[in-house]
């Protein structure tokens, strides 16, 4: 079974909009099993739309088509289709009937135009998640098929789950359950991984199920996705379980999430846990530790504030570091320390280090200091880091996370 | 003259990474005056890159490949465009001193299949710049002509600002100039700014030189783009400055910034014009407002520092608020001039109120009251704001740093 995306519309040739649509959808796409071995983008325009369509079909089984389903006479999917299918529109009058729903729920007066959203063209179908006011469509052609699906990412993607997965598994006659369970890590490289988990990645390339994929995710560490295939729900997670357990006997605690978990999330809870509260005294990252912390929500549980000293006075005056170098690990432990004291947490840490673009205190660029205050005691860490300023104040923030969290889990 | 852009990489297919290089350069392309019309991607696979090749250069007179130069087997650019072409690859001496040379800068062992990425197909040449270890190549095919980059963002935009787009422009018979200027606004929606600036629109409709456009940068505010093309240098920037003035005569004091300015730039930059200096209080923002402004190198000159005083007591204890609500317009009043005090700053700006996911205070989530002081006179502001948590804390951050934008551009 193989299926190809299409994204429409001009502003995505113009760069002024990124398609990221049609990247999750291979994502989907690959875990259900199901081919893609091309995607496209097109502008707003019929005779390009049918072009990339007959092409699309000539060496797939299906195509999704991605934007262009709005009311404006730019929006132009459907009369693409309705012509490589050489069928008419014909107005929906049930479609008609939802649209107008849609807009008194909003309590919005609907424009006419509107209502060309309820043209399908005949021998389709439509979509039976609708959340949005775009109709999304199901155009069977023999034994092939084109999805279109509005470019609202929520609303494409409610579509995908909801009929379009389902519907090509069907077609793949597939009955396979097929999930997957992601590993955050932090600490190792790609290769490290690699490296360390050569041994499994063997045993599965043996057996092809489950499979391991590593997956980058910028600054904030590295991804190890399981994935499994399985007759059923319990067989599936069966097998996720046991080969997450021996991926992380392998690469033991480097793994600190699963899934949606964040470094932050996975702080504050093991906190929360152990029922203390933390404060935070920031040089050179400036509010962004506290800034990630706060951005989960519930973290008024364990979170109590934090000192930005940014000026050196402000060190001195407020949390009783030394006159003195501020970029030393002494001025760390006052700070973490002093921070401690004046908010009046059960644990402190604190950062501080050159940033850059110029050297300070005659350190170089990425020299950073942080600390960490659990009751009496204080640890601080020398770290050289790599990167430009918003890489060196990203990385000293989720490295200094993670030295609590292995601290916690060690205590 | 039109031109095509092919990412490839099979894990741009399975979602593993977002391909956004296509994007940029359908930018570049738009502003060079060369038309776009399809953009694909496709896997690591010698003969789909081939198919994919015949039919864009069926169509278009130039196709510009982006990613599978590297050193692994994976890596089959070179191959397919010689497949394509009926050459033989050939290994370029200089190339392999040119190799050799990177690695040696950077004190690293060169692995033996890294001589692969000197072997260009005949007739083909390499691009002049090389700012990593992947040349890009430049094939000639009669009229037509296939480029191919490396997929590293940095160096893809090193060859195509260097020899690509101006080859391109070269091959269009093109002399003219083509520049923009993109300013970047605050506060209105994009069908207001279009009503707005609906006469220029007009007027520049009939001209088609300089051109307007709007862009969206998420939750940063709306771009207007103007791009003007000329014979010179001196003639095109002269129509942009026009342009930009009729625009700014229309837009007033909503266009906060241009190009690559910021709202925290532009305030540090106000804030250091009138040697004044700036303390934080935040509660709901909890570090975004600090970590923002610091995120700027050279915010020391003006940043004193913040107090995140997330817990209440903090907010009573150390900023001087009143025991009470503490989502009030009287809190957020005492945490600025409690902040100026306790940092001893010019100015301060302060923000409380409920980001959610619950109410707080029975206030519903998205009331937020933020302050401004500035010497003895203190200002207050409430806001009703939509969205999610992370979008109520973002608004809340540049809707503040506008306030105090406007006021001291008023003073």
């Known amino acids: 079974m193989r299926c190809e995306v299409i994204a429409i519309g001009t502003e995505l040739l113009l760069g002024q909009s990124v398609d ?33 369509l007959t092409l699309a079909l000539d060496r797939s089984d299906a195509v999704i088509l991605c934007g262009g389903l709005g009311p404006t006479q730019d929006d132009v999917t459907r009369e693409a289709i309705a012509q490589y299918m050489g069928a008419t529109l014909k107005r929906d009058p049930a479609l008609v009937d939802r649209i107008r729903e849609r807009f008194a729920a909003r309590a919005r007066e609907m424009p006419d135009n509107n209502l060309r959203q309820a043209d399908v063209p005949v021998g389709a179908s439509s979509i039976a998640e609708m959340p949005g ?13 084109i999805y279109a699906v509005p470019g609202v990412p929520s609303e494409m993607r409610t ?3 909801g009929s379009i997965l389902p519907d090509l ?50 600054i904030e560490g590295l991804k190890v996705r399981i994935t499994a295939k399985g007759a059923d729900s319990a067989q599936v997670d069966a097998l996720i379980a046991e080969e997450e357990r021996l991926v992380r006997d392998v690469l033991g605690d480097i793994v600190f999430g699963v899934d949606e978990q964040t470094m932050e999330s996975v702080v504050l809870d093991l906190l929360r846990q152990r029922r203390l509260t933390l404060a935070v005294a920031e040089s050179l990252t400036g509010g962004l530790l506290a800034s990630r912390l706060t951005d989960i929500a519930g973290a ?20 009783g570091v030394a006159e003195g170098p501020v970029v030393s690990e002494a001025a760390a432990a006052q700070m973490a320390r002093g921070v ?27 020299t950073v200091y942080v600390a960490m205050a659990l009751g009496a005691q204080v640890e601080t860490r020398l770290l050289h880091l790599g990167g430009n300023r918003r890489q060196i104040r990203q990385f000293t923030v989720i490295g200094l996370l993670n030295l609590l969290r292995r601290r916690l889990l060690a205590a």
Chains 1, 2 share one sequence.
């Open 169 to 218: 598994k069907r077609r793949a006659g597939s009955e396979a359950v097929i999930r997957s369970r992601t590993l955050r890590t932090w600490g190792q490289s790609e290769s490290g991984l690699a490296e360390m988990l050569a041994g499994r990645i063997e045993a599965l390339d043996r057996t092809g199920n489950p499979t391991l994929a590593f997956l980058a995710s910028g």
């Open 159 to 161: 579509m995908l789950e």
């Open 340 to 366: 401690r004291d004046l908010l009046g947490a059960d644990v402190a840490l604190a950062t501080t280090g050159v940033a850059g673009p110029s050297p300070q205190e005659d350190q170089p660029v990425g």
């Open 20 to 52: 990221t649509n049609s990247s999750w959808i291979g994502e989907q796409l690959a875990l259900a099993g199901i081919d893609c071995h091309y995607q496209a983008k097109v502008g707003d325009n019929i005779q390009r739309i049918v072009d990339l």
């Open 133 to 145: 006011t775009a109709p999304g469509l199901i155009c069977p052609i023999g034994g092939r098929v």
């Open 300 to 319: 008024s549980d364990v979170f109590r504030g934090a000192l930005v000293a940014y000026a050196s006075d402000v060190k001195h005056q407020h949390l």
